[in-house]
Structures are given as C-alpha cells and as structure tokens.
C-alpha cells in the first residue's frame, strides 16, 4: 500500500514540475504588443489586396503567410513562439486584455495620420494694398 503511494506521489510530482517550464515560455508583453499590432496590419493589409482568386475584403492568405514571415524575421521570434505566446495568453486573459488595451492608442494614431488629408481653413482674403 506505501509502496503505491509513494509510486503514485512521485508521478504527481513529476506531471506537476514537468507542466510548469513550458507553460511560462511566452514573449514578454511589450514585444507581444509589437508582434501582435504588425499581425493586425498585415491581416488588414492582406484584406484589401484583390486578386482574381479573392473577393475584395477577403483575407489574401498566400500574402498574409509572406508577412506573417517577415514580421518574425523582423521581431527575430519564430512561428512557433508566437503561437505558443498567442496560447499562453490567451490562458492569461488579463494579461492579452491589458496587451490589446495598450495597442488601441498606437492603433488610434495610425489611424487618425492616414485619415484623408483635411485641408486647412482657407487664409482671409488680404485687402489689395494700393
């Protein structure tokens, strides 16, 4: 009877320490946010690129994995870190709360820069000098 105990505590231990490692391995926030708000881009980006093969406002896959490429090289992480970042927040959903909530002003910004040019009031007519 101790002896399946022991046995069975010992395996506890074991699936228990060896569940912890992984599972803290995730990108720190801030480079998460960056990550995540090129993703974004890009999904926007591939949306309203049209093809003959795709609707307008349809995800271009074939461009969208061309960038999903080049925004790792760029934040020098690999598809399988993102994705096992992306599962680990998402089991933290606090956290990817507060990371989405500090992407919406950097979001807000773009936004508003690449809104159509307003022009501004038109200067007063000068009185012709004689």
Not at 21 to 40: G, N, T
Not at 118 to 129: E, F, I, L, Y
Request: aromatic share 8%; charged share 20%.
């Amino acid at each position: 009877m101790i002896r399946i105990l022991y046995i069975t505590t010992t395996i506890i231990v074991l699936t228990a320490s060896c569940k912890s490692k992984p599972d803290d391995r995730h990108l720190p926030q801030q480079k998460m946010e960056k990550v995540l708000m090129d993703v974004q881009l890009a999904e926007v980006y591939s949306s309203h690129l049209r093809d003959t093969a795709n609707r307008m406002m349809a995800k271009n896959m074939d461009s969208l994995a061309g960038y999903y490429k080049i925004i790792f090289a760029h934040h020098d992480i690999t598809e399988a870190e993102f994705s096992q970042s992306l599962v680990w927040y998402r089991h933290h959903a606090e956290l990817l709360d507060t990371v989405y909530t500090n992407m919406l002003p950097v979001a807000s910004k773009w936004q508003s820069n690449m809104l159509p040019y307003k022009p501004a009031t038109p200067p007063s007519p000068v009185p012709p000098t004689n």
